[in-house]
């Protein structure tokens, strides 16, 4: 553990995707709250889970020709913290009108874009950084930090 950027990156990547094993397991109860159905619920994670596969495969080719991992993970992490924080302040506002789905739809289609990119190309970042050592013991470092954490997150919930 010598390697102060993998530790910087694998603690990023923890919180990361922690915070999508929260919303995939919590996703349900969070929108019924506000009043969508199970319907629309799952046209929201459809939505969002199809955005994330295509920003996933299209940014980590991106990232692999540009190799430019750090700037685009920056760029991505602002993006997800700037629509999180608005789409909380929407769903308060309009909490119970079903009328703005079109918004929550758009706002947790650019959230999976954001998380499952980010994912991926932080894995694909951890590998380049930690070359001389398997991907597969890199990998499976952050992967395994990430499940302790978001399991315990979800347990706190």
Known sequence: MKNGNFLKLSIATTCTLGCFNIYIVIINSYFSHYGLTSTEINIISIVSYSLGLIGSIGLS????????????????????????????????????HNSYFAIILISYGVTGFTLLSIVTISIDFACEITFPIGESMSVGFMISCSRILGVAAVLLL
């Not at 190799?67 to 789409?87: G, S």
């Open 61 to 96: 080719i991106i990232a692999d020709r540009t190799k430019k991992y750090r700037l685009i993970l920056i760029i991505l992490n602002i993006i997800l913290v700037i629509t999180q924080v608005i789409m909380t302040i929407l769903m308060e506002i309009i909490k119970g």
